[in-house]
């Protein structure tokens, strides 16, 4: 399995919808996700992606800290579509670092299973996720179980050639103004597809804040052991086409 943070260090002034814009604080966030990533040690490779052509100077450090802990990390740094980013949102943006990966990173190549994290954000069980997740299956989370209208985008896991296939383009038909984020994108052409999409087996410990809202992410651990038994159950899954009509 390949994990692939997107992440967007040296935004453009331009881009209204970003709270944090601050280069230097954004560099110093993803870093300390990468770092908590890395010190977790899932089984996993690490692509870190990102689409402000930063450069990859500033992630050596972390290129060397994964190499102490027996794992890889691959940093990937381009100068994305700014204009279309501005124009369609912040998803479009994520869909095409997705897009950079799967078509140049080197320990993508060979890998048939991807998970995806928004940069920035820490999974603190992302370990025991890795190990419990299977290998065939399309994972994706619902905000909670009384909002399943769109899955959640900030962590999701598949195998590639099921992101190649249904997937991969979708980030461009995003239009935040017109209130078509990638999270219903993402939703539509699972439900188009008629893929059966299970939620993750261990609910994600997700801690961070979000660079788009401001919104801090934490997490009650008595809370998340009770979302960990009803995950059992695909509660937090959504129902698919396919699944509707049998």
Known sequence: MVIVVTGTVAPRSDQRSLKLVETEERLWQYKN??????LAEPNAKIVFAENSGYGKDGFEDMVRLAS?????LEVL???GNHEAVVNQGKGYGEGEILQYVLENSQLVKGEKNLLKITGRL???NIAKIVRCIRSDRVYFNVPNIHRKEFYDTRMYAMPVDVFKNFFKEEYKKVHDSNGYFLELAYTDAALRNGLHVYNFP???RIVGVSGSSGTKYEYTEWKSKIRDFISLFNIYGKTTRREQSE
Request: proline residues 5%; aromatic residues 10%; glycine residues 0%.
């Open 33 to 38: 996700a990468l770092e908590k990533l890395i």
């Open 202 to 204: 261990s609910y994600p």
């Open 122 to 124: 820490t999974v603190d």
């Open 77 to 79: 740094s381009f100068s």
């Open 68 to 72: 102490e802990h027996s794992m890889k």
